[in-house]
């Protein structure tokens, strides 16, 4: 017999080979790549979605507007990735061609839920057939609707949840605390805004401290605009975080 390392990377080869503990590796280690993404926060708030997230560049020399973290998908939608950022922009794309094709035949803005699914199936195809890889990207998407205000994750499997809070990304566990804490429904955006930062922080850790500047914030209200949030409305809001 083999010893259980050699064992266990007979099975970490192929994402469709589910290993003797019934385990899918190439799935585990596509999460794995999000937990290493820098961290974004999205919540529902009175009237919308707020959605933020950290551009931290591994290097000083990257500017900080270059680096893809959120997206806009549909005028009503948004998401924010953790993880490959190629993975991430393909699936973006898929996205929006799907949000338009709904507009081009039903003549009216795709639901949320719907649209959600639709990537979480595209996602879960690449765990199933032999010479595909996963998606090594999970996404916050949120947005508004007939429905109203909803939000979603997807994971790299194909799963995903309905939230009225979450984070994604490295720190997601002490950013989720801090919002399972400090979270409350009918917050307004400032507030929100403020909770969403300190989650950001929370997530960063003792040793990174948060900047303003790598910070990206955008909101969908009632009025199903997506809509960024400029620097100086953050900065009056955050002050000297």
């Known amino acids: 017999m083999y010893p259980v390392s050699r064992k266990g990377s007979a099975y970490d080869r192929v994402a469709t080979m589910f290993s003797p503990d019934g385990r899918l590796y190439q799935v585990e280690y596509a999460s794995k790549i999000v937990e290493q993404g820098t961290i974004g926060v999205a919540m529902i708030y009175q009237d919308g979605i707020l959605l933020g997230a950290d551009k931290r560049a591994p290097s000083k020399l990257i500017l900080p507007e270059s680096v893809e973290k959120l997206f806009k998908i549909d005028y009503h939608i948004g998401a924010i ?7 991430a922009r393909r699936l973006v794309q898929m996205a929006r061609k799907e949000a338009q094709e709904n507009r081009m035949h039903y003549e009216e803005e795709i639901h949320v839920e719907t ?8 996602k879960q195809l690449f765990t199933q057939y032999a010479g595909m890889r996963p998606f090594g990207v999970s996404f916050i998407i949120g947005g508004y609707d007939e429905t109203g205000p909803r939000l979603f994750e997807t994971e790299p499997s194909g799963a995903l949840a309905e939230y009225r809070a979450v984070a994604i990304g490295k720190g997601r566990k002490d950013a989720m605390k801090h919002l399972e804490k400090k979270y409350k429904d009918a917050l307004t955006l400032d507030n929100a805004i403020l909770l969403a930062a300190e989650a ?16 990206e914030f955008a909101f969908i209200s009632s009025s199903k605009k997506f809509e960024k949030i400029g620097k100086q409305k953050l900065k009056s809001i ?3 975080k």
């Open 81 to 87: 990735s953790a993880g490959l950022v190629g993975d």
């Open 115 to 122: 649209l959600v699914k639709e990537l979480g199936a595209i």
């Open 200 to 215: 950001i922080d929370k997530g960063l850790g003792d040793k990174e401290k948060m900047d303003i500047n790598n910070l």
């Open 238 to 240: 955050l002050g000297k």
